[in-house]
């Protein structure tokens, strides 16, 4: 029987004071973790209880906690210039960081790009891009699909009932359709190309009944559905959809906003599908943790709207710019595109095996280090096992992992592209032990109080 004797005082007495005087609405927690600091792919308590980080502070510290080189740059922008908006004045930061940008977006077009605060208001923006640039109203989104908590981004988005209750109305003409998921299908026994028919089917059936695909402006896709609970399109509706959108004058926007900065292995997630989007839009680890958002966009688009239709006072500050100049360095540098494919098969390879053993294991998916391993109670009909998640990702806390869960049962395995084998060994020893923990019944239910989850 596990016995949890690590002191957890000062992490329980703040979360305490946290219950009392902050927002429940932006908590979503797993366990009592006070963070104090970070390193690499580790990430230190309260009362001094170290651990590994197998979620990159929700996939946006790519480049590894702290990272010298993106402190530095950090510190030595904060005393020269910490602000003079953008909006009126320029700076070099920005600029230079607009070059890099385009330099590792695919597509060999002209190219311009727009800045905010997160990935939520990259979002905002590009529904407003394709309404100006096209002419048209309507905008298409996936079901399940998470694109931030703005007005804007809430509308794209369609994954959990509290995120939408009583908030209506939302932004008109944002129309969803079913993501091709393969683990989950329509129905049943439906093959990887039935599964891609029937998705492009659901866009086609609202092209002829309520979506004039003339008056569509765009369509929002994630390359990896992420709060969806990281589901990977097949590469064929991919293709489909960028030439459906090319017949009708239609743009495909790339929402990046988890899956990109090299966390598939390629800087941007579309481009593990051999497709070129018209806009890209990133957030999270594009600066390492601070506040930054942006979207690459054919030039041609972005020249079409004008001032001020979407500006921040301090979106793409300098502060901001060094971090993320500093961040693409390292990835660069450290070859961590490379590092982000080689870990991600050594811990899928592992989670492979362990399926053998576990029966709860249904799917194990993903690219690179962003890998998706939905638990089910019964892997015939694929129900979701939200008890194991919970449990297991709790387990894993305590015995000094980071893990995750989100869609209701799939841990969520997006740990910074800097973890190390021997770490990444640890954490999966960790795992299997909470798993066997789980299949044992040495978990307790009252977890469950602690554990709200995604
Ligand atoms: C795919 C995706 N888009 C957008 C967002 C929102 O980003 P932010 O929280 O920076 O506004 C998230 C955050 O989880 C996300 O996963």
Avoid at 279 to 290: E, Q
Wanted: net charge negative; charged share 25%; aromatic share 8%.
């Amino acid at each position: 029987m596990f016995v949890d004797n690590k002191d957890r005082s000062r992490c329980m007495a703040l979360v305490e004071e946290d219950r009392q005087i902050t927002s429940p609405a932006a908590k979503i927690p797993y366990f009592p973790l006070a963070v104090k600091r970070g390193r690499g792919a580790m990430v230190e308590d309260l009362d001094g209880n170290s651990y590994i980080d197998f979620l990159a502070s929700a996939g946006a510290i790519n480049a590894g906690h702290c990272h010298p080189k993106v402190v530095d740059a950090i510190k030595k922008q904060t005393e020269e210039l910490i602000l003079y908006t953008p909006v009126y004045m320029y700076h070099e930061p920005l600029i230079k960081l607009t070059k890099e940008l385009i330099s590792i977006t695919p597509g060999s077009f002209r190219k311009r790009a727009y800045f905010g605060l997160a990935g939520s208001d990259a979002n905002d923006g590009v529904i407003k891009l394709a309404r100006i640039a096209t002419g048209r109203p309507k905008i298409m989104a996936y079901l399940r699909a998470y694109h931030g908590s703005t007005y804007g981004a809430l509308s794209l988005s369609a994954v959990s009932l509290p995120m939408h209750r009583g908030l209506g109305p939302t932004l008109p003409d944002i129309h969803h359709v079913p993501f091709p998921d393969t683990y989950r299908p329509p129905f049943p026994g439906m093959t990887e190309n039935q599964v891609t028919d029937f998705a492009l089917e659901q866009i086609k059936i609202a092209f002829s009944t309520n979506v004039p695909p003339e008056e569509l402006a765009a369509i929002v896709i994630e390359p990896i559905q992420g709060d969806g609970g990281l589901v990977v399109p097949p590469v064929r509706y991919m293709q489909e959809l960028r030439k459906l959108c090319d017949e009708y004058g239609i743009l495909l926007v790339s929402e990046e906003v988890q899956q990109g900065f090299g966390r598939t292995g390629k800087w941007f997630g579309i481009e593990n599908f051999g497709v070129v989007p018209d806009a890209i839009v990133m957030g999270k680890a594009i600066a390492s943790g601070l506040p930054l958002g942006a979207c690459v966009a054919r030039a041609d688009l972005i020249e079409k709207w004008e001032a001020p239709a979407h500006l921040f006072t301090a979106a793409g500050n300098p502060v901001c710019c060094a971090a993320s100049l500093a961040t693409i360095e390292v990835i660069r540098e450290e070859n961590l595109l490379e590092n982000a494919l080689r870990m991600g098969e050594r811990i899928k390879n592992k989670f492979l095996q362990m399926q053998q053993k576990y029966e709860i294991i249904g799917d194990v998916r993903g690219i690179g280090l962003s890998i998706g391993v939905d638990l089910v109670t019964d892997r015939e009909t694929r129900e979701r096992n939200r008890a194991a998640a919970a449990k297991i990702c709790y387990r894993a806390w305590q015995r000094g992992l980071l893990l995750s869960f989100f869609s209701g049962c799939v841990l969520r395995i997006q740990p910074p592209l800097v973890i190390s084998e021997e770490q990444a060994d640890e954490a999966m020893e960790i795992i299997d032990q909470s798993f066997r923990d789980y299949l044992d019944g040495d978990i307790p239910d009252s977890v469950f109080e602690t554990v709200k989850g995604w």
